[in-house]
């Protein structure tokens, strides 16, 4: 599918002197995830508010399933489900009176309303809470009828903020699951998130955002190619005088030997056939490899080597090719 | 760019409204009334000021002032004050409106309300509707505890209901003006501070416990035209109770069902789309 389920052109939101968006631009396709990732503060959760109609933009454009959210947000509010970064439950009601007074206020009928409420409480492991007052709920288990009460209306767009923050591990892979089966379904996902292990795990497009601005975006894999912070670590059988002179034409700075000059390592803009192109230029200098290594980043040497400074960012966006990652000026 | 529409495929979007309109709007208030009721049965402590704290001024008042406050034109001090007292803890109740409201917007689930599809008025009427009923919990008790300490109208039963929905249609007008407070609040408890600071002396500067005529006389003219006062009073003639502000000249005191209407309906209109537009100026980011 390439329809666009969420389009967000150019948003500027400033609170009092803070810009907290200043001019963001992506584009969600049907029934995918974006991962929306940035540090605290980066401007997340005010593209959630403003798409999800609790926020106006100051600029620009917002739109999901096709309906403007400044034009129309009553339109909007009945195709999205929103599960916010703090669970905005009713702490006095039972998770089951939570999950109907969502789907009565929804304008679902009462019979659907409470069979909706049941299944959604089967489905995330609440059933022996589920007429409990809600002050004796753990942070996982409301963290899991806030996902519930977004997916009451069953919505065609969900957005999560920050959905597994302060869960422990397993409560954090039942999240996951759970988003991975409403994408089966053809659910449309935003999510924020600070984990790149989240963003790596669950997302199809990942747009990093720091200070109000899009500093990169792409495919999880687009994102880690093109960053620069892959290392080439090679072992040699012996070792030789000319390796460090024939390996410098193939890699980006200089080149590390160990004390024993058989290890050699430097960092490199990783490109296809590069372990090729050193074997080759090695063996054109008469020198015999044992093991070469290209180390791919993690999604976090992504992110750090983004967000750690604008420099950084500023070198990523020279360095890079449109065609592997729409970098956009920091 | 392409842009999809509604529903993607195997999607049954049940999010439409079913119920349009007007009834769609009574659903959505009577789905926030619900959650209030369960709110107030969840807090019984919440209910002690419709419950407990009316039996407590009733007895109090009748025991401790009932021999020392005589009454103007003559009558009991029982039958007197009971008008005052049910109209005393109905104002104050409706300190629970601007708690409430504070503590909504306090904990971001008018968030989540705000991303619904709903009629979002329903978020303060649905209270004030929750309010209303615990008002009317609180007039059967003061009622009840009347009784049994010697309180008798003595006017036909339309007549004593009329006095009964007076005041709980004049608290209702209250419970408005205490909405507005809590929306410009900044906190629960600023909020409940309301209840001490404004309305205890809106309450007490009136006929509602004594008879105005002992008040000095600068006093007496703010009560007089207090429309606490004219609720009282208008109370008091519709049960057949002794009305000893029936003898003053001001106007409201001459006409207090009409004054207690006018006034209610005064404060309603005023404060009801006040409220509203404190609720949409909180919510707007």
Redesign the interface.
Same mark, same amino acid.
């Given at each position: 599918?390439?329809?666009?389920?969420i $389009?967000v052109d150019g948003l500027v939101k400033r609170?009092g002197g803070t810009v907290a968006l200043g001019g963001v631009d992506f584009?969600v396709p $049907?029934?995918s995830v974006l991962g929306l990732l940035g540090p605290n503060g980066a401007g997340k959760t005010t593209a959630v508010?403003i798409l999800?109609?609790? $926020?106006?933009p100051d600029a620009g454009r917002a739109?999901v399933?096709?309906i403007d959210v400044v034009a129309h947000p009553?339109a909007v509010?009945?195709?999205?489900g929103?599960a $916010?970064q703090?669970a905005?439950?009713?702490?006095?009601?039972t998770g089951r009176?939570n999950l109907v007074?969502?789907g009565?206020?929804?304008?679902?009928?009462r019979a659907?309303t409470r069979a909706r409420a049941a299944e959604l409480l089967e489905r995330f492991d609440l059933v022996d809470a589920a007429d409990r007052?809600l002050k004796g709920y753990s942070g996982g288990m409301r963290r899991r009828l806030d996902l519930g009460?977004s997916l009451m209306?069953?919505?065609?767009v969900l957005f999560l903020d920050e959905p597994t923050t302060g869960l422990d591990p397993t409560s954090r892979q039942r999240v996951w699951e759970t988003v991975r089966e409403l994408l089966a379904?053809?659910?449309?996902v935003l999510l924020t998130t600070q984990y790149l292990e989240e963003a790596d795990a669950l997302a199809d497009n990942i747009v990093v955002i720091d200070h109000g601005r899009v500093i990169a975006d792409g495919t999880p894999q687009q994102l880690k190619e093109a960053s620069r912070s892959a290392r080439v670590e090679i072992t040699l059988s012996a070792p030789h005088p000319d390796a460090v002179d024939a390996l410098r034409p193939l890699v980006g700075g200089s080149v590390q030997v160990s004390e024993d000059g058989r290890q050699l390592s430097a960092g490199v803009d990783t490109a296809p056939g590069l372990a090729t192109a050193i074997v080759r230029a090695l063996d054109g200098a008469g020198i015999l490899v044992d093991d070469v290594e290209v180390r791919q980043p993690s999604l976090d040497d992504v992110f750090f080597s983004l967000t750690g400074g604008h420099i950084e960012g500023a070198e990523l966006e020279e360095g890079v090719p449109e065609s592997a990652i729409g970098a956009h000026s920091a | 760019?392409?842009? @999809?529409?509604?529903? @993607?495929?195997?999607?049954?979007?049940?999010?439409?409204?079913?119920?349009a309109g007007r009834l769609?709007h009574v659903?959505?208030v009577w @789905?926030?009334t619900r959650?209030n009721l369960?709110?107030i049965s969840?807090?019984p402590m919440q209910l002690s000021d419709v419950t407990i704290q009316p039996v407590l001024f009733t007895v109090l008042f009748v025991f401790i002032f009932g021999g020392g406050i005589p009454i103007p034109g003559g009558g009991s001090y029982t039958d007197f004050v009971l008008a005052g007292l049910l109209m005393l803890n109905l104002v104050t109740s409706t300190m629970g409106t601007a708690v409430g409201l504070s503590t909504d917007l306090h904990?971001?689930?008018v968030?989540?309300?705000? @991303?619904?599809?709903?009629w979002r008025p329903?978020v303060l009427v649905g209270r004030s509707v929750a309010d209303f009923m615990t008002s009317c919990l609180c007039a059967l008790i003061v009622a009840l505890t009347g009784l049994v300490v010697g309180w008798r109208p003595d006017a036909s039963l339309p007549s004593i209901v009329a006095g009964f929905l007076l005041l709980l249609f004049f608290a209702y007008s209250i419970s408005w003006v205490s909405a507005c407070v809590g929306l410009r609040s900044k906190s629960p408890e600023s909020a409940a501070s309301f209840g001490f600071i404004v309305l205890f002396p809106i309450a007490f500067v009136s006929n509602a416990m004594v008879p105005t005529q002992h008040m000095p006389g600068w006093l007496q003219a703010i009560a007089d035209w207090n429309p606490v006062s004219a609720a009282t009073s208008g109370a008091r003639v519709l049960w057949g109770n002794p009305n000893p502000s029936g003898t003053i000249q001001a106007w409201p005191m001459q006409h207090p069902v009409e004054a207690a209407l006018i006034w209610s309906i005064a404060i309603l209109v005023v404060a009801a789309p006040l409220a509203s537009a404190f609720f949409r100026r909180r919510?707007?980011?």
């Amino acid at each position: 599918m390439t329809d666009t389920m969420i $389009a967000v052109d150019g948003l500027v939101k400033r609170y009092g002197g803070t810009v907290a968006l200043g001019g963001v631009d992506f584009a969600v396709p $049907a029934g995918s995830v974006l991962g929306l990732l940035g540090p605290n503060g980066a401007g997340k959760t005010t593209a959630v508010r403003i798409l999800t109609t609790l $926020a106006l933009p100051d600029a620009g454009r917002a739109s999901v399933a096709g309906i403007d959210v400044v034009a129309h947000p009553a339109a909007v509010r009945s195709r999205i489900g929103v599960a $916010a970064q703090d669970a905005t439950l009713d702490g006095l009601l039972t998770g089951r009176q939570n999950l109907v007074l969502v789907g009565e206020l929804s304008g679902m009928g009462r019979a659907d309303t409470r069979a909706r409420a049941a299944e959604l409480l089967e489905r995330f492991d609440l059933v022996d809470a589920a007429d409990r007052v809600l002050k004796g709920y753990s942070g996982g288990m409301r963290r899991r009828l806030d996902l519930g009460a977004s997916l009451m209306t069953r919505p065609p767009v969900l957005f999560l903020d920050e959905p597994t923050t302060g869960l422990d591990p397993t409560s954090r892979q039942r999240v996951w699951e759970t988003v991975r089966e409403l994408l089966a379904d053809g659910v449309t996902v935003l999510l924020t998130t600070q984990y790149l292990e989240e963003a790596d795990a669950l997302a199809d497009n990942i747009v990093v955002i720091d200070h109000g601005r899009v500093i990169a975006d792409g495919t999880p894999q687009q994102l880690k190619e093109a960053s620069r912070s892959a290392r080439v670590e090679i072992t040699l059988s012996a070792p030789h005088p000319d390796a460090v002179d024939a390996l410098r034409p193939l890699v980006g700075g200089s080149v590390q030997v160990s004390e024993d000059g058989r290890q050699l390592s430097a960092g490199v803009d990783t490109a296809p056939g590069l372990a090729t192109a050193i074997v080759r230029a090695l063996d054109g200098a008469g020198i015999l490899v044992d093991d070469v290594e290209v180390r791919q980043p993690s999604l976090d040497d992504v992110f750090f080597s983004l967000t750690g400074g604008h420099i950084e960012g500023a070198e990523l966006e020279e360095g890079v090719p449109e065609s592997a990652i729409g970098a956009h000026s920091a | 760019m392409t842009t @999809a529409t509604i529903s @993607a495929e195997g999607l049954r979007p049940t999010t439409t409204r079913r119920i349009a309109g007007r009834l769609g709007h009574v659903r959505d208030v009577w @789905a926030m009334t619900r959650r209030n009721l369960v709110h107030i049965s969840r807090e019984p402590m919440q209910l002690s000021d419709v419950t407990i704290q009316p039996v407590l001024f009733t007895v109090l008042f009748v025991f401790i002032f009932g021999g020392g406050i005589p009454i103007p034109g003559g009558g009991s001090y029982t039958d007197f004050v009971l008008a005052g007292l049910l109209m005393l803890n109905l104002v104050t109740s409706t300190m629970g409106t601007a708690v409430g409201l504070s503590t909504d917007l306090h904990e971001g689930i008018v968030d989540r309300f705000r @991303a619904l599809p709903m009629w979002r008025p329903a978020v303060l009427v649905g209270r004030s509707v929750a309010d209303f009923m615990t008002s009317c919990l609180c007039a059967l008790i003061v009622a009840l505890t009347g009784l049994v300490v010697g309180w008798r109208p003595d006017a036909s039963l339309p007549s004593i209901v009329a006095g009964f929905l007076l005041l709980l249609f004049f608290a209702y007008s209250i419970s408005w003006v205490s909405a507005c407070v809590g929306l410009r609040s900044k906190s629960p408890e600023s909020a409940a501070s309301f209840g001490f600071i404004v309305l205890f002396p809106i309450a007490f500067v009136s006929n509602a416990m004594v008879p105005t005529q002992h008040m000095p006389g600068w006093l007496q003219a703010i009560a007089d035209w207090n429309p606490v006062s004219a609720a009282t009073s208008g109370a008091r003639v519709l049960w057949g109770n002794p009305n000893p502000s029936g003898t003053i000249q001001a106007w409201p005191m001459q006409h207090p069902v009409e004054a207690a209407l006018i006034w209610s309906i005064a404060i309603l209109v005023v404060a009801a789309p006040l409220a509203s537009a404190f609720f949409r100026r909180r919510t707007v980011e």
